[in-house]
């Protein structure tokens, strides 16, 4: 039997799929670390509005999620943290964890006498930039750990003082450092999970010229009470409310020139989405742009709910070109692949259903393991004693992911008992 030290699992990522994979086997008698590239745990469905098909907040999963781990003595986590190096094999790894500074430590109350007395401001990332935060900021309202964090960007400046000495509790520590830790683990669970595909790519659509072209993500920060716009749905360009949103399914999905799979969960995601658009206006008329629809099994009820609804039109055919017109308002080509016809259709508010990348496509495991055309792992098994769960091996959604998460966990206990 290994040591104490090779019986633990190292969880990279803390998404649905990595949280579900530690609290499975930290709950079945393992030691597990967890490390996570952002300053809070959950991953991209922290960001989400609502869940399809019930349409419940994502929170109640992860809250009960961080519940689990503060509970149990087993799990240590490690925030603002990036694997650099595996060495070893199954049962015996060596992994070196790079740790960011975040500058402020468990003292933190979470008072924000710091962000009162920050004038620097920058991109708000957890808002996909629609909106600013102060440079000492929460990442977000429910955000765990609840600790606050100090952009570098007001390390280097003159202000990283006067903000130090606003904290009543000594919370801040501007000398903090980037450091390097060590760890031995006998196997490894890999849950990078995705990142939405660049919009900024699909040069025919206008994202990133015309204010009132957003993503789907975009929408779910918009539609959520935490939001740029306290959860209320408008265009950008004037904050007005649309009367006609356009929904663009395979935004980049299925191409050859951008992502050419499917990613599966976006028809899904903008059926959500008109109904946040129906939720606040009644009347607004909403047309979901698309080559075929993805609802499969029990989803597919969703889907048929979802075209009860009289003011939602699916509109079969391939956006080709987005435009604006010389009021501001958007013009969308399109052939009708029923009719056979070119036809010019105006919406304030368009929507592109822009698909999941795989993080591993850009920043690949620090040890060799096989990968698909696309840039996922290319199986569970990825090698002994490392195991790849949720969307790093396949776009998917929720439910998946969990399931995913603790057939992985199980893996990897399987990989430790066998030494
Ligand atoms: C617009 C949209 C709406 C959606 N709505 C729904 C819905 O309503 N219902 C549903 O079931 N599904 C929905 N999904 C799908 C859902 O978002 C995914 O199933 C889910 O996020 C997958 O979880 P994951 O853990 O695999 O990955 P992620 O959520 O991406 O988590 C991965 C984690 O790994 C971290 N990480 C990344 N790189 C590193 C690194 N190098 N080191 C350490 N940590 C790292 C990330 O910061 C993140 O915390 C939606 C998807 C989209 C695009
Ligand atoms: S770092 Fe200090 S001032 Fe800022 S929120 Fe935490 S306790 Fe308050
Ligand atoms: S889920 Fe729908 S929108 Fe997304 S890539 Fe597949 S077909 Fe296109």
């Known amino acids: 039997m290994a040591n104490t030290e090779t019986q633990s699992i190292l969880v990279v990522g803390s998404g649905m799929s990595g949280l579900t994979a530690a609290v499975e086997a930290a709950e079945a008698g393992y030691d597990v670390y967890i490390v996570e590239k952002n300053p809070y745990l959950g991953g991209r469905v922290a960001q989400l509005y609502h869940y399809f098909p019930k349409l419940c907040p994502p929170y109640c999963g992860l809250e009960i999620n961080f519940r689990r781990i503060k509970q149990n003595p ?10 650099e190096g595996i060495s070893g094999d199954e049962g015996d790894f060596d992994v070196t964890v790079k740790l960011n500074p975040r500058y402020v430590n468990a003292k933190c109350t979470c008072c924000g006498k710091c962000a009162e007395a920050c004038t620097k401001e920058i991109d708000n990332a957890f808002n996909y930039g629609m909106d600013k935060v102060k440079a000492a900021y929460l990442p977000h309202d429910m955000a765990f750990p609840m600790r606050y ?14 903000v130090k000495d606003a904290c009543p509790y000594d919370a801040i520590d501007l000398d903090m450092v980037p450091k390097t830790m060590n760890l031995k683990v006998g196997s490894v669970v890999w849950a990078t999970g995705w990142k939405p595909y660049d ?88 047309i979901i742009f698309y080559i075929d629809i993805r609802a499969t099994d029990r989803l597919e009820d969703f889907y048929n709910k ?69 840039g996922f792992v290319a199986s569970q098994n990825a090698r002994p004693g490392i195991y790849a769960a949720g969307c790093t091996r396949t776009p998917t959604f929720v439910s998946e992911v969990v399931q995913d998460g603790t057939a992985a966990a199980l893996k990897a206990i399987q990989s430790i008992v066998r030494r």
């Open 149 to 162: 964090v100090l952009d570098p960007v007001l390390i280097q400046s003159e202000e990283a003082q006067k």
């Open 74 to 83: 087993r799990i240590r986590v490690f925030t603002m943290a990036e694997v």
């Open 306 to 374: 979802v075209k009860q609804d009289e003011n939602i039109r699916f509109f079969k055919g391939k956006v080709a070109k987005i435009t604006q017109d010389e009021s501001g308002g958007l013009i969308l080509r399109v052939e009708d692949t029923t009719t056979e016809e070119l036809k010019e259709i105006p919406a304030d508010l368009v929507v592109l259903a822009t698909g999941m990348q795989p993080n591993t496509s850009e920043n690949p495991l620090p040890i060799q393991v096989p990968y698909d055309d696309y």
């Open 199 to 286: 919009a900024n790519k699909l040069d025919s659509y206008g994202f990133g010229q015309y204010p009132d072209v957003i993503t789907n993500v975009m929408m779910e920060r918009l539609a959520a009470w935490s939001g740029p716009t306290k959860g209320k749905i408008i265009r950008p360009s004037d904050g007005k409310a649309p009367e006609t949103v356009a929904f663009v399914q395979c935004a980049g999905s299925r191409d050859e020139n951008h992502l050419p799979f499917c990613s599966g969960v976006c028809c899904l995601a903008s059926m959500k989405q008109a109904t946040y658009v129906r939720e606040q206006y009644p009347d607004a008329k909403i």
